[in-house]
């Protein structure tokens, strides 16, 4: 039973991130306030969204993030706002376009590289057990017998 409430709590814990006073009064910009969250990464917390995270520079731009909202900014421009401030990391899934592309093919880029350098090794390491040694010449025989003769 305690095991059961354990879980049950561990698993709550992300929903009281946002503190009550946090709360807007419309429900439609509370709700347009928590969608931008979720795709906001906490700068401290690493891969964890403002909206789940406990942290103090998370519930600054959580309020940072509503009082645009009540402004009169779209969700595009709070993010634009924010990442302009912060920078691309506090971006949960990043652009892919531009410098970004780079980084973002890099990787299979280098898995085809490593698979082509071991399909290759491997190759030339077969052809190599392949091939015979070429037999001793007739002086080598000789000189090899004098060597083994006690």
């Known amino acids: ?46 891969n964890e969204s403002i909206d789940e995270s406990n942290a103090p520079i998370s519930r600054d731009l959580r309020i940072l993030l ?7 900014d779209s969700d595009q421009e709070v993010v634009d706002f924010i990442v302009a401030r912060y920078g691309e990391f506090v971006l949960l899934k990043p652009d892919t376009g ?20 071991g399909w290759g090794t491997i190759r030339r390491r077969g052809q190599a057990r ?12 000789k000189r090899l017998e004098e060597i083994l003769e006690p």
């Open 1 to 46: 039973m305690r095991a059961l409430l354990l879980i049950i709590a561990l698993i709550a814990t992300p929903v009281f991130a946002v503190q009550p006073d946090e709360v807007l009064d419309d429900p439609a910009l509370e709700l347009r306030a928590r969608e931008i969250s979720k795709g906001l990464r906490c700068p401290v917390c690493q």
């Open 66 to 72: 509503r009082e645009r909202l009540v402004e009169g």
């Open 98 to 117: 531009g410098a970004n592309l780079i980084l973002w093919l890099a990787a299979p880029a280098m898995l085809l590289v490593a698979l082509g350098i």
């Open 130 to 141: 392949g091939a015979q040694p070429d037999a001793l010449s007739d002086a080598e025989k």
